[in-house]
């Protein structure tokens, strides 16, 4: 697994693109790249068989493994700090492990924290105003950063 790591960050550099995970699951490797301007089906083609390439050459993996390349997908949670920042001033649906559970919109972002802010709306019955709540946490206090998913009437 280190050494397909390797091989993907080494092509996802070349390419302009980010590694975000390798999985293996039973039978199954899954590699999860993207863009800061989403990855498209030919370049996750283009990884997969780079991957591949180098696998038939120096292992015999894919005689036990069934291999897979992919974007990380929406339901997905984030697990770079890269991936918050792609997504800058837009909707996040969050979860921390101390069971906050909020949509916020991501604000800013560095290696260390992530800051949502959280629009409460207003409410006419009890004539409250709008609330903006900023939550500032680290990437160790998220336990799912999810993109929403909205359907339209």
């Known amino acids: ?16 693109l980010f590694l975000v995970d390798i999985a293996a699951h039973a039978k199954n490797i899954t590699v999860s790249a993207d863009s800061m301007t989403n990855i498209t089906i030919e370049e996750c083609a283009k990884l997969a068989r780079f991957l591949i390439a180098r696998l038939e050459e120096e292992t015999e993996i894919l005689n036990h493994y069934t291999f897979d390349v992919s974007s990380p997908g929406m339901s997905n949670s984030f697990k770079l700090p890269i991936q918050y920042q792609k997504r800058i001033d837009k909707s996040m649906n969050v979860v921390t492990k101390e069971g906050l559970e909020f949509e916020g919109y991501i604000k ?6 992530v ?39």
């Open 115 to 153: 800051i949502f802010e959280q629009i409460i709306p207003a409410n006419k019955k009890t004539k409250e105003e709008e609330k903006k709540i900023a939550h500032t946490l680290t990437y160790n206090q998220i336990l799912k950063a999810t993109i929403p998913f909205k359907f339209k009437k």
């Open 108 to 113: 800013e972002v560095d290696d260390a924290k």
């Open 1 to 16: 697994m280190e050494k397909i790591r390797e091989w993907a960050e080494e092509y996802c550099r070349e390419h302009n």
